[in-house]
C-alpha cells in the first residue's frame, strides 16, 4: 500500500495473529512522518513483529547488545558508498526494515501507562524516524528527534 508521501508498506507479523491490525496505522505514521521531514520519494518500508528470542539474537549478533531490546531499523542504504550497493537503483527505493519486539512493547505499556496500541505506534515511528536518517546518541540530536515523534504521535492521535 503506498500512501500520498510514497511510503510503501511491507508488513509481516511473526509473532501473534492477534497483532494483525497495524498496518493502517502505521501508514498513517509514515505519511505524517514523510511530511513533516520533507520526505518526497516513493520508499518501501519492511515492519517485522518479532518476540524476545529473535530480537534478543538480533541486537547481539548485530548490535553487539546482549539483551532484548524493543525496536531495531536496519537502514537498506546506511553505507553510502555506492560500490558496496548490492542491487544499484532498485534498492535506494528500499528505505529499510523495521523489526518490533511485541513482548517487550507490552512490558513497556503497562510500565509506563500506554495503551499497547499506542506503545506499538510509538516504536514504529521510532523506528522509522531512525530510517530516515534521525538519531539520538548526542543530547542536541535526541532533542531533535524526540520533539519530531512527539509531534508525529501528537497529530496522527488528533486526525488533524
Known sequence: MINSYGMQLVFSNDYHPDYDGYEARFQKIGEVAFRRCGVAIDYEVDVLFVGDEEIHAINRDYRGVDRVTDVI??????????????LGDEAERILGEILICIPQALRQAKEIGNSEEREICFLFCHGLLHLLGYDHMKEEDEKVMFALQDAIMEEVSHGK
Open 73 to 86: 531499523s536496519f537502514a537498506f542504504n546506511d553505507d553510502k558508498d555506492p560500490s558496496h550497493q548490492i
